[in-house]
């Protein structure tokens, strides 16, 4: 069975423009959660969606925002970028919001200049 | 709130010696406890994972036990290898409420031959 895979896998942007990542979870896993990780402040969450619902949300401004598909792909979109959104962004899938085991991505690396 | 704490690396080993990854944990309730691991440039894979206390998780040669009464997950290994050489996050998601992954910093381990 295929792993979660997301899309691109590296970035560039500047400052102020707005950017869309995408993650495919693994086959039959309807939640998707996605993570920041910095070397400062380590890996924090985002938001879960889980039938194409938002169901939890981390302490990030609304700047940061995502939506999932019928087919449980989702994106997140980060708009008026900033410098400190540089950052590895990870997406995970489990089977049901209720499992406890979440599987990642390779992770998309964005860069802002 | 929850929280996980990891002993700061790197941690430095010869081959083929003995690993300790110290974890501790805060959380009201009952938390099930993960240890990810990243090596260079890749996402977080699942290494292993424990759901009650006294469960000991184990795989390719790692194992961590949950300690309810020293709120610990330490991960421990009997003889490391270079390629073990990565970064390991001590994580936990409790039974209740959001359900996301809270993650420890990180501890960085270089094997060397």
């Known amino acids: 069975k295929a792993g979660v895979t997301q899309t691109p896998r590296y970035l560039i942007k500047t400052r102020g423009q707005q950017v869309t990542l995408s993650c495919s979870p693994i086959?039959?896993?309807?939640?998707v959660s996605w993570y920041q990780q910095t070397p400062g402040q380590g890996l924090q969450f985002l938001f879960e969606?889980?039938?194409?619902?938002?169901?939890n949300k981390g302490n990030f401004p609304g700047r940061f925002s995502g939506r999932q598909f019928s087919n449980s792909r989702s994106e997140m979109n980060v708009s008026t970028l900033e410098l400190g959104d540089s950052a590895l962004y990870l997406c995970?899938?489990?089977?049901?919001?209720?499992?406890?085991?979440?599987?990642f991505g390779p992770g998309t690396r964005l860069l802002v200049l | 709130g929850n929280s996980v704490t990891q002993m700061e690396g790197p941690v430095t080993l010869s081959e083929e010696a003995f690993l300790t990854i110290n974890c501790t944990y805060t959380?009201?309730?009952?938390?099930?406890l993960f240890w990810y691991v990243q090596y260079p440039g890749e996402g977080l894979q699942l290494l292993l994972k424990?759901?009650?206390?006294?469960d000991k998780g184990s795989n390719k040669g790692f194992e961590a036990t949950y300690r309810k009464e020293t709120t610990s997950f330490h991960l421990e290994k009997g003889s490391v290898q270079v390629s073990d050489s990565a970064v390991y996050f001590c994580?936990?998601?409790?039974?209740?409420?959001?359900?996301?992954?809270?993650f420890g910093s990180g501890t960085r381990l270089q094997v060397q031959p």
């Open positions: 995970a899938s489990r089977l049901t919001g209720d499992q406890e085991t979440q599987y």
């Open positions: 086959s039959g896993h309807r939640s």
């Open positions: 969606y889980f039938s194409e619902t938002q169901r």
């Open positions: 959380a009201t309730g009952y938390p099930s």
């Open positions: 424990a759901t009650k206390a006294d």
């Open positions: 994580a936990l998601v409790m039974d209740t409420g959001r359900r996301a992954l809270t």
